[in-house]
């Protein structure tokens, strides 16, 4: 049992989050009103306003940089027949133990067919691309969708990281050549990093991923790992290099410059998840609950009035004054409910709102009000003249001084190491272990189960950023090594 | 067989829309590339790019102004159980025939209970209220979903206005009387009004639907019919009174002032539809193709380089320096292709694009270019110092040009008749009829009927804003009428 903080009133959190990192996360979901698993269907989760509002906010960030990347969006059927979902081998066998079926609709009874509620939607979508491109002048071919998937998951649900129906975007892509699909997933990492990294405030770092752990159906993977502290990581966005492993099977064809017909080249790329949500708000977060970017949260600035008898309207009319000052630059609110101060201070600080705005009798008395930061408390007293200014400067550098305390540096995270027992130590310590490994291919899979089983960790794969380090020889079988690995304990 | 036009390119439209409305609207689809029904799952609808970029900014619009007027987001599932459908009984008689069910998943094979693609989600939504509402200090509770449902309908698949999945907005909200919920319905009529007619250009009026025509589980429905000319109607958003009817079997109860428990008296609100878009498009539409609101169109200006030989830098590098002047403030685009500048004429004439900019050399050489505004074709020679202003200016009263023309005065398309057989002339020669019923309740089904079989219209039911008729009698019975009814045809 965790710790109990002493000063929460019974609304706040109660667990620290260092101490029982599991509690504080399902307090924080509970408390805050972030989602709720009562719905009745198992591992289905309802998303609640407050959590709806930031992830949508997440989403738009992504659509406008796809959008200004060239990628323009569509809507598919969530519905895909069944004989589609087999015309690829390996995706059919990597995705159809967990798909969910239609079989059956109105009164009429049974469907011809079984419909699958899409786990994702290459094998929807390239029927119709195929339909659709003719020449190269129709490449490169970028589009998106904004849509949810189902998966019938057998791990436990945790509200935003796993659930048997989520919310994601996927950006499908063809080009006339491999080189330029590889060039798309440079250009994912990128927007990727973008995304999570400049806005999230979460630090991540790409790996191709080794070839039991890639995308059924794809070429290559390269999937980014955010960095959650004491050397955990966690699994983000992935990017996959799909070649012409689809095109072929979907007939996705176009005629070249040299009046040849060729299939397309693919790529897909899962850049937003609620899962992104929930690394963000687990990681940013802290004992006193949500810990948000300023663009991201759903208030931005909430305004507490102090109310003393006899002093109310004073009060309220100047809150109503600041509240004007601001309305059409930020979200901002006034809390005029009858909770007590202390009591509206730890529920917005639970909820996450960047600054607080209390306004009292004593300090309209010295034309001044304070004003806090959420992130980390510091407090100022600030003169009303003074006040446009100041808050313009905090919601200005808001995001870059949470991104300045939660960016962790890759290469301080990593151990060097060449012998197993250095390497189990390494795990217990909270170090990412760098190692030498025979491969990627599918026959280093036996000491990738090693590592699994032994060193307690998992080979994460290949960096995709420049290499620093070199080995002779693989760190479990001793072989000599075709490529250097980071070992890592995952969420 | 329509006449086809002269002078269309093989990429425009042929038909003309007063000749043959149906072939028109599909040859859009097909030639605008708005839709594709080639998908292989009987009802379902891909929407593509254009289509998907418009019907955004119109939800985008909805939901803008429903959080204005203090509703919040929510994110459901998209699955409900069984035996939730179950729990009130008009409802689930009213959609069991048009649900598609999940009845199994992965390998493990059959569900313990078969799950709903959700048709509309009160019985999803109203489980979960009667967890989160507790007290009057919750209400009014204002919610809402962006979300899609399914249906299997037995009607004709029709791109945007019939399909087996829809996108649609819905919100749900709970109040402490009867009186604060009609006021809800009031509000909605009012959104509905201030998006559909002000931002979609398209005319309706609102009705009280009779008792044969409500939503399942409604103690009434408000319905907007737009109107769509020549007398015919198209039902497009409706706003429900709830009353007490889910709130008792879903058991959504709140402790009152007085301390006592009682039910809430909920509303829903269907405002936005992929209907709409499709009401939207067939109405403004023309014999060239779309003609689009400013603010819904995926792309607003278009710049068309004329190029001579020898003179295409020059044009290029003008058609630049234009799209730099505005591309921080408008949708804008070069179209640089090397299809001739008549197709490009007509390409975006057909997609909508509300302004185009024609830059070619003599009009450099005089320091102006051409600007012709899509929906009414009207030229204007713009010096090019005079151009911001001149763009600014069109751009402001793009929409509202539109609207004027397409706006109905709903007075004059009545006539109000006192014989069955004068209603029968009225409807064949395009007016809506205006006469006395017994009443719309349930014991007036008989004479609908006779409406629909004799008349060969729909009684809309009686109408919302002020009745300026009253009638003593009923048009088919004869018996004393309870109201004034409206009869027209409907798409």
Redesign the interface.
Known sequence: MAKKKKEAPITGITVLKDEDFSAWYTELINKAELA?I????KG??????W???T??KMYKKYEDLLEKKGH????????I?E??LLLEAEHVKGF?????????????GKLPE??A?RPTSET?LY??YA??IRSYKDLPFK?YLSC?V?R?EGKMTRPFFRAR?F?WIESHNVFATMEAAMEQVKEDMETTYQILQDECCIPIIFFQRPEWDKFPGAVHTYAADALMGSGKVLQLPSTHLLGQIFSKPFDVKFVDKDGEEKYGYQTCYGPAQSRNYGAMIAYLGDDNGLVLPFDLAPIQIIIIPIIFKGKEKLVLDKAKEICNLFKNKYVIQIDDSDESVGNKFYYWELKGVPIRIEVGPEDIGKHQVVVVKRHDGVRYNVKETDLENKIDEIAQNYTKEIKEKSLIDFESQIEVIYEKDAAIEAINNGKIVCCGFCSIDMDAYHCAEVVEKEIGGFVRGKRVDEEKHEFATCLICGKPAECTVYIAKSY
Do not use: C
Not at 72 to 79: A, C, G, K, R, V
Not at 96 to 108: L, N
């Open positions: 709720d009562r719905y009745n269907i289905f989760v309802v998303y609640r306003e959590a709806t509002i992830i949508r323009l969006p569509l809507t598919m059927p969530s519905l027949p004989s589609n159809s133990p967990e798909v969910f079926w239609v079989t059956e609709a109105g009164t009429s079984r419909l509620l929807a029927k119709m339909l659709w589009r949810q189902w019938y129906e919310h």
